[in-house]
């Protein structure tokens, strides 16, 4: 199911602001069950949402040894327990997220101005592109038998020109194709209704938690 | 009689450059002018400063690109150096060569009517208008698709179709085509004739036939750079390389919901120019990347000998060269001089070639500084340099003028003497008969020979 890039945005907020207030605690755990129960709803496959808890158990652990190793263990078990939360809620955050219709909604609502969003845009898709450039540029290197470790930094060149010549054009077609903040907008990017109810049911549910959790 | 719609005259720019503020060589651009709903064509060597008259038309130097111009540009008889008309602006409508990096939003369906969007069309008409510009264009089953996952001749035709849907009165285009197949092409000069006295429009391109018929009036671009080109006589022979032979067999592979090929064989042989040829988004550079190992396929089967030795992982490498539509991807050093040198066993013949290929000036100069011919002739010198069997070409003429096509084809075919086997990706279909032993067709998921 999808539910509205917007609202996702401020439940994931919610649950970091709380973990940033609280620490880990038993309000931030369950926060942490909801949000699991919010990204397999929005369609997070429950092996992807394993995988990002490893990743931010294993980034965690890094942390823990060296708060073990230079401060008490009741610290380091702290300051794992915050990063694991942080770094689960803030990456599941990042994979359920259509970060793009969040752009064209915030554009739609004028609170972000179509000539700041579009190139935000421009970059998003010339990621994909320079992405694309460094497989080539490193292919390219190991067929011209530039296969030695120092050779690897004269890649840097080829693709900073690749990004700065790709940046220019592409900021000369957005003028070029008329882009300014008069600009309308076809497609509905308005919250709907459904998404609205449902958000308001985990921000309730979320707020409960918090409240409840600070009393007892 | 009225002023020209538009119409420049003694126009020279010159662009400063970073480090002293000191202006570049400054662009000389001949006199012209044109009339409403005229068609002009505007042909010439690449690097001249054709794309900077368009820029100069859209108004997007000066107002966003600082450069020193001297002369007159008037529009209507006003002077739009001093202040551009909005009018003209919202009226003219500007499509770049390279299609990747025009492409500004997330989908296809939203590019289809960003141009729309920021000329405030109301609903029903950006509905009516996108239904229709995306069957012209054939574009109605990619709307759904995101934008980089698009072919450069699919990028072209979205951007075209946006751009025309936004009822312009002045088209600029440069270079519209250069990354459509012939069918596309053949569509889009059909468009094109459908469009004439009823738009301005100005074409630069190289080498269109169809445009010969279709326009109004022709500007050639007079001959300032790569003059030293014109003094080559012949070139110098080539060292042989050894019989090389290439066979692939059983390759299937197929994007997300779209297969590309399907048990494919293909067999090539030494001093060889082979051509392959299909329409947009077939499969074209993923067979390149296969050939070059940059895409494994775990059941095809590859197999490159050099002499009687069956070369098997890091030597296939050794033995292939793939020079693409960037040249820029090729470069890494910081001077001509050491691109050309970096493990070259015959570097006086290499840099006799240089001297030929007229890029003896420009050895002590960064490679990203020289035009798109030069960039493109000195890729094709470091393949040279490096002595491989075997060299893959991504559309060599693309975006060259025909002096330097004269000369890329003689350096192919002086390679070709020196027993290295040639493959072609190209949508110039004349130029690849010409030049060619053998030409494919990638249609039904297989190459065909024609």
Redo the contacts between chains.
């Keep these: 199911m999808k539910i509205h890039p917007c609202i996702l945005l401020v439940l994931s907020l919610i649950s970091i602001i709380a973990v940033l207030i609280l620490g880990p605690c038993r309000t931030t755990g369950i926060l942490f069950i909801l949000h699991g129960l919010i990204c397999l709803k929005t369609g997070l496959r429950p092996l992807t949402f394993l995988n990002v808890f490893l990743l931010a158990f294993f980034f965690s652990l890094s942390l823990f040894i060296l708060n073990y190793l230079y401060t008490t263990l009741e610290v380091a078990n702290y300051n794992f327990a915050r990063a694991i939360l942080l770094t689960s809620f803030s990456l599941s955050a990042g994979l359920i997220i259509d970060f ?1 219709r969040l752009l ?1 909604f915030l554009m739609s609502k004028r609170v972000l101005s179509a000539t700041t969003g ?1 190139p935000i ?2 970059a ?2 010339a990621l ?2 320079l992405k694309e ?1 460094k ?3 490193s ?8 296969t030695h470790f120092r ?1 690897q930094l ?2 840097i ?2 693709l900073l ?2 990004a700065l ?2 940046s220019q ?12 903040d ?6 509905d990017y308005t919250i709907p209704k459904k998404d609205f109810y449902i958000g308001a049911i985990f921000l309730l549910l979320q707020l409960a938690v918090f409240v409840l959790g600070q009393a007892y | 009689m009225p002023n020209p719609l538009l119409s420049w005259k003694n126009i020279s720019v010159s662009f400063p450059t970073h480090e002293t503020s000191i202006p570049s060589e400054s662009i000389n651009f001949p006199d012209g002018e044109v009339q409403e709903n005229e068609f002009l064509w505007i042909d010439g060597i690449s690097g001249a400063g054709k794309s900077t008259l368009m ?1 100069l038309i ?1 108004g ?1 130097i000066p107002r ?2 600082f450069a020193k111009i001297a002369g007159e540009f008037t529009y209507l008889g006003q002077d739009i150096l001093q202040t551009y008309p909005k009018e003209l ?2 009226k003219t ?2 499509v ?1 060569q ?1 299609p ?8 296809a ?2 590019e289809l ?9 109301s ?1 029903p008409l ?2 009516a208008e996108s239904h229709l510009w995306a069957e012209k264009f054939r574009l109605t089953l990619l709307l759904e698709q995101k ?2 996952t698009l072919s450069g001749g699919q990028c072209q035709r979205l951007v075209l179709a ?2 025309l849907a ?1 009822n312009p009165r002045i088209l600029l285009f440069d270079e519209p085509t250069a990354f459509m197949d012939p069918q596309t092409k053949k569509d889009f000069y059909e468009l094109l004739r459908t469009l004439k006295g009823k738009f301005t429009i100005i074409v630069i391109d190289h080498n269109v036939p169809q445009l010969s018929s279709l326009c109004d009036k022709k500007i050639f671009w007079p001959v300032t750079t790569g003059a030293s080109t014109m003094e080559l006589t012949s070139i110098p022979p080539l060292p042989p390389c050894k019989d090389f032979h290439l066979n692939c067999h059983n390759i299937s592979f197929a994007y997300p919901g779209k297969n590309i090929f399907q048990n494919m064989n293909f067999q090539a042989d030494t001093q060889k120019i082979i051509s392959i040829l299909g329409e947009n988004g077939s499969g074209k550079t993923t067979f390149f990347k296969i050939l ?1 190992q ?1 895409l494994k396929l775990r059941e095809a089967k590859i197999d490159f000998f050099l002499g009687q030795q069956k070369l098997s992982g ?1 030597k296939c ?2 033995a ?3 020079i ?1 539509q ?1 040249s ?6 910081d001077t001509v001089r050491e691109e050309l040198s ?2 070259t066993s015959q570097l006086d013949l290499v840099m006799e070639l240089a001297t030929l290929l007229g890029l003896k000036k420009t050895l002590d100069r960064s490679p ?1 500084m020289l035009s798109e011919g030069q960039k493109r002739r000195l890729s094709i010198l ?1 393949a040279i340099a ?1 002595g ?1 069997p075997l060299i893959l070409y991504d559309e060599p003429t693309y975006g060259q003028d025909s002096e330097n096509i004269s000369l890329i084809t003689r350096l192919m075919l002086a390679l070709k003497d020196a027993n290295r086997l040639q493959i072609i990706i190209t949508h110039d279909r004349p130029w690849a008969h010409k030049i060619s032993d053998e030409v494919y067709h990638l249609e039904n998921q297989k190459l065909v020979r024609q």
Excluded: W
């Design positions: 793009e064209l579009y845009f421009a998003i898709n994909e592109q450039e497989k080539r540029l292919h390219l290197a190991r067929m011209r038998g530039l050779y004269h890649q060149m080829p020109v690749f010549r790709h054009r592409a900021a000369t077609a957005m003028i070029a194709r008329g882009l300014n008069q600009k309308v907008f076809y497609f | 820029h859209k997007i966003y690109i602006d919202q409508v500007y770049f390279n990747y990096s025009q492409m500004v939003t997330p989908r369906k939203e009517i960003f141009g729309m969007e920021n000329y405030q069309f609903t950006i509905e934008t980089y946006s751009s936004c070059s940059m890091k490498f050794e292939m060269s793939i693409y960037n820029e991807a090729q470069f890494y050093f970096f493990q990203y470091i490096q491989k």
